[in-house]
Structures are given as structure tokens and as C-alpha cells.
């Protein structure tokens, strides 16, 4: 160790700190594992969450309070970290993450905190449940927790909203962005809060066997394609209004829309057979085409909505990287004959991630822009994130032997590390706004970016602000 890296690591108050650049020999298992320990410690360097005082699962307060991120991105980085265990075998952070999901899953165990009720949608709920839905599947090690009980809770309260958009007739059916009237994006419908629904229907289906599941993804995927927000070449787009009856298309094409649509697919794929098997073959073939395509030409992930416009990235997009990423490599598992074609793009794209990696206090901390080639000096929890699952999904083969288990064959007290994940001290409730009302505006103030988005939350989102993109 270099003279400065002690005083660095001493300043810092982390043993761990390395001194030089994120360097990655992308040949060695134990290469990649020794980065992403490091990425998956600076990135928790910034979770104040456990700490006494601070609220256990949140990225700090939402931007409407002066904080950076929405409550729906504290998921991301919870499944982040349980895909971080499951690939590495490092459980270092498995009863913070426990804590993190399970503080937050509210008094009905459906991820529906009061505290979150302003900026709480359906996509939002749904991450949730889907953060929730992977413990179970992966058999993250807390015993006494039923995942995926929290996942069906979550199903349960959004299959009820479907069947109130179908019986009302607005736009034939379909969620609604917000799950609230009174917050502004309720007269909104998005292919990303369906494609959350789906997204756990086909992961319930195929962990229970039961066929009802699969019945309301296909039932919703129908509709996503009959009302024109997923085209026949696989193009994702934003959603529509339901005063326009949806005819009014955001053709805004987010990358994480069609990577949850291409890892449902892929589930639906894994547990049908014959000829409903064929049609989910060719759209996890046709979703993988696009998404590589249009997000990857250049073998990384570009977001081609916001990169390259001055800071018409927001928060939410910050974190769709490292969610793509990590639906694409669990499409390898669950169809692998995708494992060609997605394979060696998640080379290329963890080595252009890692590039950027030489910044921050410590000289190995990531920025965003992975077509930059080098860190821009903008460094923070969704690059680090990011970054990790650039880099854990290349540990294809440590777990091809783990799978991705079902209620039949779930064993998570099987797992040799035992991390005890029963630390919920869950009061759920809080601020007691109680359940509807609230939806309490807080101004505008867009932040002026190119003015589309599917989550600008509450306040900040004037139905104007949907102006098509492309
Ligand atoms: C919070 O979690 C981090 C990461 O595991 C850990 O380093 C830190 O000690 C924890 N803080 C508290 C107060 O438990
Ligand atoms: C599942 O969640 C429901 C709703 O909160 C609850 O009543 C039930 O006890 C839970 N079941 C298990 C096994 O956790
Ligand atoms: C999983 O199986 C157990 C035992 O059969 C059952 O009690 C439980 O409800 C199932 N969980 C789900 C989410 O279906
Ligand atoms: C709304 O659109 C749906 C299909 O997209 C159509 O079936 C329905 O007739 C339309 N309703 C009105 C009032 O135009
Ligand atoms: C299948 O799931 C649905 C939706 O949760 C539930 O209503 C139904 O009782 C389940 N069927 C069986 C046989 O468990
Ligand atoms: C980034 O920081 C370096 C060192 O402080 C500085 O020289 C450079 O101009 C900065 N670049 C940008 C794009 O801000
Ligand atoms: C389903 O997924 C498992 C991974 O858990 C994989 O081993 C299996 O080959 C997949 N089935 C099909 C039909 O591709
Ligand atoms: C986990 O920790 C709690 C509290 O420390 C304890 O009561 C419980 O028995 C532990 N569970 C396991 C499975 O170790
Ligand atoms: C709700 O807010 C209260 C007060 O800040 C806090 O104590 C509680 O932990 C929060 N609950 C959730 C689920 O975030």
C-alpha cells in the first residue's frame, strides 16, 4: 500500500479503499469478484439508511423534499445487491438489504407505505414487489420471510386495478401510471407500470404453477400490443392519456420498459410448452433484437431518450443501466439459447462501464456516461449501482449450477451463508396521512429537462410535460 492510500483509507474510514483505478482482468472469476466488492462498497457508502435516526430502505429523502431520488429507486438498489450476493456468494449486505425491503413494505405487506402515497404509482409498487419476487427465486437467505407472499400481495392489489380499467372502459383496459386520483399522472397510462404487472404475474405463475398468473400476463401483453404502446417490431413506447381514450402516444422509447418486458417474456418462455411456448420465444427474440439494437449499438448501454442532451437525464433514468442489464442476463438463464447473442454484449458493456471508473475520493468511483470512456466527474449511487450489475452478471457460470428457483424447489435455508435477514422492525406506517388522500401537489419546477419521462412524480409533472420525444 502507497503512503497516500493509507491517509486516503484512514480520511475515509475504510480498511477496504483502494488506492489506484477499478482494474479488472476480465478473464478471472476472481477479478470480477474483487471489483464488484469494491463498486458494491462505495456504493453503499452512500446509504444512510441503517443508521439511527434515518429511514431504513430509502436513497435519502424524495426530490420534492430536497433529496435525489424517488422512493421507487430504493428498489433498484436492494435488487441490485441481492443479484450482488447471489452471483459473488458475499453476504455482507444481506441484512441491510432485508431491512431495507422489508421496512418499506408497509402496513398490508403490498408496498404500500403511507410515507410513499405522493409520489407511490403502480411501476413504483411493482419494482417493489419485484425487488421482493428476485429474494424469493434466488433463495436469499432470510428464513422466517415469505418473498414472495409480499410479491402476490402487490399482484393482488394491481390485478383489482386492471379489472376496474376494463369494466370502466378507459382505453380498453390497462394500469394507470399513478395509482391515486389525486396525484398528477393519474390520467396516465404506461407500458412500464403494465410491464411491472406482467413482469410479476409471470414470475408468480412460474413459482406457483398456478395458471391464473399467467392468464393476466398474457391478458395484459395483449393489451399493451392492441392499444399500440408495443409495436410489432418490439418497440417500446412511453404510454398515453386517458382523456384521448390512449390514442395519444408518447413515443418516447425507455430502455427499461423493454428489458422488464424482455425478462417477463423470458419467465413466460421458461414454464410454457408448445405452442404458447413458440409465441413467447419470439418475443423474448424479438425484445432482445430491439433492445440491442437501439440501446447497445455500440456494445454498451446508451440511453438514447436522454444521453447526449444536457442533463435531460433525471434520477429515475440514472438507474435503467444496471436494470437492463440484469434482464438481460436473466434471460440467459431462463432461455438460453439468448445466450449468444446477449452474452458477449455484456462484455463489451461491463468493460465500457468499468472504463469510467477512476474517480471519487478514492480513485475507483464510476460515472454514468459509459460512451464517455472516462469518468466525467459526476459520481453517485445510480453509477455505482449500474456498474454492479455490469459487472456481477459476468459470474454467468457461478451460478448456472443455483438456477432460479420455484415454491417447489425453494431452499433458502439451504445456502451455506446464513445471513439472518429478519431485521424488520417494520412500523409501516409513519405519518399517518392514512390510505388516499394526500397526493399533496409541492409546485412545479420541472427542472426544465426535455420535459418527458414516465415517473416526473407528483407535482413536478404537468400532463403537458408529455410531449413526444422522438
Ligand atoms: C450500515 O450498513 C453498512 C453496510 O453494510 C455498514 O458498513 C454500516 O456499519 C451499517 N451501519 C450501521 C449503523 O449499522
Ligand atoms: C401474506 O400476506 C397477507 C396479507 O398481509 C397476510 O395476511 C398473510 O399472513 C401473509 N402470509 C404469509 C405466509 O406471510
Ligand atoms: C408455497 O408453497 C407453500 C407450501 O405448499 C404454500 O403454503 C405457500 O402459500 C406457497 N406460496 C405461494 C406464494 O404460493
Ligand atoms: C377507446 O379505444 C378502444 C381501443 O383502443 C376502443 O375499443 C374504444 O371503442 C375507444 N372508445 C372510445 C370512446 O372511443
Ligand atoms: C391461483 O391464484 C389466484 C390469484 O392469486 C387465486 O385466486 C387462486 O385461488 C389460485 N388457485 C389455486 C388453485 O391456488
Ligand atoms: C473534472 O475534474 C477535473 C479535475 O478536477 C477537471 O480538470 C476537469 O475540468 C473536470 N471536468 C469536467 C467535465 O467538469
Ligand atoms: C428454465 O430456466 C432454468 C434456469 O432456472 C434453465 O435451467 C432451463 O433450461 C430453462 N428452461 C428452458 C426450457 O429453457
Ligand atoms: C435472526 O436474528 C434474530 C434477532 O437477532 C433472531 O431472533 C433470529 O433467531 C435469527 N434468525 C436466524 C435464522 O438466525
Ligand atoms: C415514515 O416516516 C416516519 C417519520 O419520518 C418514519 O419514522 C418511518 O420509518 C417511515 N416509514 C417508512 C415505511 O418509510
Redesign the pocket.
Known amino acids: 500500500m502507497k503512503q497516500g492510500a493509507l491517509s486516503l483509507a484512514v480520511l475515509s474510514g475504510a480498511v477496504s479503499t483502494a488506492w489506484a483505478a477499478l482494474n479488472v482482468d476480465f478473464g478471472s472469476t476472481d477479478s470480477i469478484k474483487a471489483a464488484a466488492k469494491d463498486v458494491a462498497f462505495d456504493a453503499l457508502s452512500y446509504y444512510k439508511g441503517n443508521e439511527s435516526g434515518e429511514i431504513p430502505g430509502l436513497l435519502g429523502d424524495e426530490p420534492f423534499l430536497g433529496g435525489k431520488y424517488y422512493w421507487w429507486s430504493g428498489s433498484v438498489q436492494w435488487s441490485t445487491l441481492i443479484d450482488y450476493w447471489y452471483y459473488t456468494g458475499d453476504d455482507s449486505y444481506n441484512s441491510v438489504v432485508s431491512q431495507g425491503l422489508l421496512h418499506q413494505r408497509g402496513p398490508n405487506n403490498d408496498f404500500m407505505p403511507p410515507n410513499a402515497t405522493a409520489s407511490l404509482s403502480n411501476d413504483d409498487q411493482g419494482f417493489w414487489g419485484i425487488a421482493a419476487m428476485q429474494a424469493a427465486e434466488l433463495d436469499f437467505p432470510a428464513s422466517s420471510i415469505d418473498w414472495a407472499n409480499l410479491s402476490?400481495n402487490v399482484?393482488?392489489t394491481q390485478?383489482r386495478r386492471f379489472q376496474q380499467e376494463e369494466k370502466d372502459e378507459t382505453c380498453d383496459g390497462g394500469l394507470r401510471w399513478q395509482i391515486l386520483p389525486t396525484n398528477v399522472g393519474f390520467d396516465y397510462k404506461n407500458t412500464i407500470s403494465n410491464a411491472a404487472f406482467i413482469n410479476l404475474g409471470a414470475r408468480l405463475g412460474r413459482w406457483?404453477g398456478?395458471a391464473?398468473?399467467v392468464e393476466w400476463a398474457d391478458r395484459a401483453w395483449t393489451w399493451l400490443t392492441d392499444i399500440g404502446f408495443l409495436t410489432e417490431d418490439f418497440s417500446a413506447y412511453d404510454g398515453a392519456h386517458v382523456g384521448a381514450n390512449c390514442t395519444d402516444i408518447n413515443k418516447a422509447e425507455f430502455s427499461y420498459s423493454a428489458g422488464l418486458l424482455l425478462q417477463s417474456a423470458a419467465f413466460l418462455y421458461n414454464q410454457t410448452t408448445g405452442d404458447d411456448q413458440k409465441r413467447w420465444r419470439d418475443r423474448v427474440t424479438g425484445l432482445t433484437k430491439t433492445i440491442l439494437d437501439k440501446f447497445f449499438e455500440e456494445g454498451y448501454h446508451y440511453e438514447i431518450a436522454c444521453e447526449g442532451r444536457d442533463d435531460a437525464c433525471t434520477p429515475d433514468m440514472l438507474f435503467f443501466k444496471g436494470m437492463v442489464t440484469r434482464n438481460l442476463a436473466s434471460t440467459v438463464q431462463l432461455a438460453p439459447f439468448t445466450k449468444d447473442a446477449i452474452s458477449k454484449v455484456l462484455k463489451t458493456n461491463a468493460e465500457a462501464a468499468v472504463k469510467t471508473c477512476t474517480g471519487g475520493d478514492n480513485n475507483r468511483q464510476c460515472s454514468f456516461s459509459w460512451a464517455k470512456g472516462k469518468f466525467d466527474n459526476e459520481t453517485d449511487i445510480p453509477s455505482q449501482l449500474n456498474t454492479l450489475s455490469a459487472l456481477t452478471v459476468l459470474l454467468q457460470d457461478e451460478v448456472s449450477q443455483k438456477g432460479i428457483a420455484t415454491n417447489a424447489t425453494s431452499n433458502p435455508d439451504g445456502g451455506s451463508d446464513g445471513g439472518n435477514g429478519s431485521g424488520s422492525n417494520g412500523n409501516g406506517n409513519g405519518n399517518g396521512n392514512g390510505q388516499g388522500q394526500n397526493g399533496n401537489g409541492n409546485g412545479n419546477g420541472d427542472g426544465g429537462s426535455a420535459g418527458t419521462t414516465t415517473r416526473v412524480t407528483v407535482g413536478v409533472l404537468v400532463a403537458g410535460l408529455f410531449a413526444a420525444l422522438l
Open positions: 402476490r399482484w393482488t390485478v406457483t398456478n391464473t398468473y
